[in-house]
């Protein structure tokens, strides 16, 4: 943990008004650690879990699906900001209590809300992850104790806040002595009614260019709608973000906060096995669903791994299909200019290439054989286009 830090006012104003989370040049994002989890590498992280811990019951059944489904982290409220007075506030201590034993029933990292400056020593005894709401994103004694609170920091962004003030409450924290914030894009106040909030895609985009710290988004309260999760999850994927953080509920009929905008196990893990699909393509990987021993779970989580197989394998049909396509194009512009159909220096730089990509089981000997064959077909679409 760094002590506070203190830039000198004629590089401040020198530099972006927020030096410390600014990129400056940095070609790779900072990596926080939350337990075994690392946010801003090669893994899509997401945090799931219901919006308020209610019940033990509720809490536990909660993060053992989001668990099987592949989520990395356990998200739930102990201390809720309600905008009513009369609305459910939370169990506060009993909450976090459930909250902890859930996580370490399902081997998840737990990220819950902080409302005060006072509350940080509590709930950080209690959770890997600390929250900060919209509501409080500049309550400016809260942001400087979470300098020193221990914990890295989920740094949601304010209903009205601009870019700009939302990397400043960042600074706060990272200025006190704490380099490990994320950032939460969760949807801004507008005109539009239709939704909730509008979830702020763009803002996602600019965030990657102007800071070094990780970024995730809630789709949960960016849209407030059970039905619209699933496609700005897959829009999140691809203006770059770092993961998700989705509320997940075993009944959100019964909820007693936010059920409209919570998924059920069910619609949880179709998500995940959507996400499967397109977070390759970003580069990225995702967390797989978890299989137990035996038992009807271990059978579902089965049937959850053979159709995000599926899925894959479509995907890589669809893209060796439009290969091919390209392929017959290119072959009628080479014979178009006279050139050889076959071109072995090309070939070898196209395996050399994705040799480049191999990891896990796929080494690059095993790469090239699929690349080869790959390339094989590709040059008889060329050969065989007029």
Same mark, same amino acid.
């Given at each position: 943990m760094l002590g506070e830090q203190r830039i000198p006012a004629a590089e401040r104003?020198?530099?972006?008004?927020?030096?410390?989370?600014?990129?400056?040049?940095?070609s790779e994002t900072t990596r /926080?650690?939350?337990?075994?989890?690392?946010?801003?590498? $090669?893994?899509f992280v997401v945090a799931a879990g219901p919006c308020a811990v209610e019940t033990e019951e509720q809490v536990r059944a909660s993060a053992r699906a989001v668990a099987q489904a592949g989520a990395r982290l356990l998200r739930g409220?102990?201390?809720?900001? !309600?905008?009513?007075?009369?609305?459910?506030?939370?169990?506060? !201590?009993?909450?976090?209590r459930l909250l902890a034993a859930a996580g370490r029933e399902s081997g998840l990292p737990v990220v819950t809300e902080v409302l005060s400056a006072e509350d940080v020593p509590l709930v950080a005894s209690s959770a890997d992850m600390l929250q900060v709401g919209a509501r409080n994103m500049q309550n400016f004694a809260l942001l400087k104790a979470l300098g020193a609170a221990g914990r890295p920091v989920l740094l949601k962004r304010g209903l009205s806040a601009t870019i700009e003030e939302f990397l400043l409450a960042a600074e706060y924290i990272v200025c006190h002595g704490n380099?490990?914030?994320v950032l939460c894009e969760r949807g801004i106040r507008t005109f539009e009614?239709?939704?909730?909030?509008?979830?702020?895609?763009?803002? /996602?985009?600019?965030?990657?260019?102007?800071?070094?710290?990780?970024?995730?988004?809630?789709?949960?309260?960016?849209?407030?709608?059970?039905?619209?999760?699933?496609?700005?999850? +897959?829009?999140? /994927?691809?203006?770059?973000?770092?993961?998700?953080?989705? $509320?997940?509920?075993?009944?959100?009929a019964l909820s007693l906060s936010d059920g409209e905008q919570s998924l059920t196990p069910e619609e949880f893990s179709a998500l995940m096995?959507?996400?499967? !699909?397109?977070?390759?393509?970003?580069?990225?990987?995702?967390a797989s669903p978890r299989p137990e021993a035996a038992g009807p779970r271990a059978t579902l989580c089965l049937r959850r791994l053979r159709e995000r197989i599926d899925g894959l394998d479509e995907a890589l049909a669809r893209l060796l299909i439009e290969r091919a396509k390209v392929a017959a194009v290119i072959g009628?512009? +080479?014979?178009?200019?006279?050139?050889?159909?076959?071109?072995?220096?090309?070939?070898?730089?196209?395996? !050399?290439?994705?040799?480049?990509?191999?990891?896990?089981?796929?080494?690059?000997?095993?790469?090239?054989?699929?690349?080869?064959?790959?390339? $094989?077909?590709?040059?008889?679409?060329?050969?065989?286009?007029?």
């Open positions: 104003s020198a530099a972006a008004p927020y030096p410390l989370v600014a990129r400056n040049g940095r /926080v650690r939350v337990g075994a989890v690392e946010i801003g590498g $090669e893994e409220g102990a201390f809720k900001p !309600r905008t009513s007075p009369y609305s459910f506030q939370g169990l506060g !201590r009993e909450g976090l380099p490990d914030v009614t239709a939704t909730r909030n509008t979830l702020d895609l763009n803002a /996602v985009a600019w965030l990657k260019t102007a800071t070094h710290l990780p970024v995730i988004v809630d789709p949960s309260h960016g849209t407030g709608l059970r039905h619209l999760i699933r496609p700005l999850s +897959k829009a999140a /994927v691809a203006v770059g973000s770092d993961g998700l953080i989705v $509320e997940v509920h075993p009944q959100p096995g959507e996400l499967g !699909r397109c977070v390759p393509f970003e580069g990225r990987t995702l009628r512009a +080479k014979r178009a200019s006279g050139l050889s159909i076959h071109a072995p220096e090309r070939e070898d730089d196209v395996l !050399r290439n994705v040799a480049k990509l191999a990891s896990g089981p796929l080494g690059p000997r095993e790469i090239e054989r699929v690349f080869r064959a790959v390339i $094989e077909e590709t040059r008889r679409a060329e050969e065989s286009s007029e």
